[in-house]
């Protein structure tokens, strides 16, 4: 269904004109964002930012936002997974969602709480927020690249890594769990630990992910 959307959306490419003092990394990522269908449909349909298709397209495959009631997504801002969510489960359901950058939206029911993760304080205020086990917990999180592919992927899998300790201490029985993973030599142990924590563990690539990106979301169904 989204892939559908996208293709029929299809812009025609724009220039981007070079300008004095600009990289020519700032100018090839302007061209690709301002010609990017993800971009033009996410402003069309009111999401804050076009990542809210790589959830449409984790939960188009796997169902789990419908089935769940009690939901944290971390790594949150600006909120796209957040409007997402919403859009799915208007009633019912308990949403947190938490970021070091300030969430600018304003949807009853939705609990922000802004801080960094990695501190024991926040994993505290998010856990005195719930009003029940979070059975689908997200992370979105992804550390500032610094051009280093390798040095990217670990800093990735520290914030992954907290991300599953935090899911071991709160996550409901029979819960899910979905991180996204910058690809490298920590993958193969953070999955062999997954599957030991859950029933099935899936590797999935959202075709709104840029096919030259080392990104890739992991599915934990089930929580043993």
Known sequence: ??????????????????????????????????????????????????????????????KLINRSSSIIDIGAAPGGWLQVIMSKKKNNVCLIGTDLLKIALDIPGLILIQGNFLEAP?????????????????SDMAAESCGDRSLDHLRSAELVNSAIEFAQTILDKGGNLVFKLIRGKEEADILKMCKKLFSVVKIFKPKSSYSDSAEIYTICLNRL
């Open 122 to 138: 926040i994993q505290d205020q998010i856990k005195t927020s719930l009003s029940k086990k979070p059975d689908l917990i997200l």
């Open 1 to 62: 269904m989204t892939q559908e959307v996208i293709r029929r959306y299809r812009t025609k490419k724009q220039q981007v004109k070079t300008a004095r003092g600009r990289a020519n990394s700032s100018v090839d990522w302007l061209r690709r964002h301002i010609n990017d269908p993800y971009v033009h449909l996410a402003k069309k349909q009111g999401f804050v930012s076009r990542a809210a298709f790589k959830l449409i397209e984790i939960e188009e495959k796997y």
